[in-house]
């Protein structure tokens, strides 16, 4: 872990992006220090909906005694299927101190999870590197995990180079009408998505795990497979395979089903067919994408 006078210098540097907000891609240029808000709708303090111990995840993220999920509210992208979405849209959650952040992270890491999880981070990335500062004073040293949808900025992962141990961001479409339609991405989404992962990837790399299989460092990809194509799963693993490498993890994920306003839109009112997913693992074999994991269905 870097030592603490470079963890400051970087807390300034992300700090300094709230002020004409460019903490995620969407630059919205709201000035966050005064509270303005932009897209994500969130102002300076962060705010946590829950945090505690999590079995759902990916095995060697919540391993035989959970991962440590932060889940923070507010989001940059608005998805029309959101699962999550009381916390992403609808604002559910608790604005807590710095300090406040910070003890949860000491306070999960005593509970005996594998890691901590900050889940949907990006827009409160500032918040989180400095609480993250004052955790490792205090004693934190479990991986840190950032749970991210993937439309990071790249400025801003640097700053959180070789204090984020594990990468878990999403790749969602490929077609930026899609990223628009179905989760309100704006026409950069698509190259910013990529740009992301590479920087993830540059950063970790492929997934280590301990002698229990527990991850300590590295990238997993998560694509969701979407009704009717939507997802155009084949040319996401394409282009992870091309781009980023045959070595990457990723993640497939099966469960998608119609939350939030998803009924509003026939072509994906509906759950996966077997034969959707079926042809989206055939993906993954053809393009030699052989590590990580897969969802019964
Ligand atoms: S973090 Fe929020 S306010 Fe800042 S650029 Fe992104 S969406 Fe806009």
Known sequence: MLNNSIIKQRVKEAYALLEKCRVCPRECGVNRLKNEQGFCRSGLLPVVSSYNFH??????????????????????????????YPISQLGVGNEVTIEELARMMLKLQKMGCHNINFVTPTHFTPQILKAIGLALEDGLTIPLLWNSNGY????????????????????????????????????????????????????????????????????????????????DTKQVLKILAQEISTNVSVSLMSQYFPANKASSYPEINRKISHEEYNDALNCLDKEGLHEGWIQPY
């Open 55 to 84: 079995h759902g995840e990916e095995p060697p993220i919540s391993g035989y005694r959970g991962s440590g999920t932060i889940f923070l509210t507010n989001c940059n992208l608005r998805c029309v299927f959101c699962q999550n």
């Open 152 to 231: 990071d900025s790249v400025e801003m992962l640097r700053l959180l180079d070789g204090i984020i141990n594990i990468y878990l961001p999403d790749a969602k479409y490929i077609d930026p009408q899609m990223a628009q339609r179905y989760s309100n991405a704006p026409p950069n989404y698509i190259d910013l998505n990529l740009a992301t992962i590479k920087e993830m990837w540059r950063q970790v790399g492929s997934l280590v795990v301990d002698n229990d299989g527990i991850a300590q460092k590295g990238l997993i990809v998560r694509h969701l497979v979407l009704p009717e194509g939507i997802a």
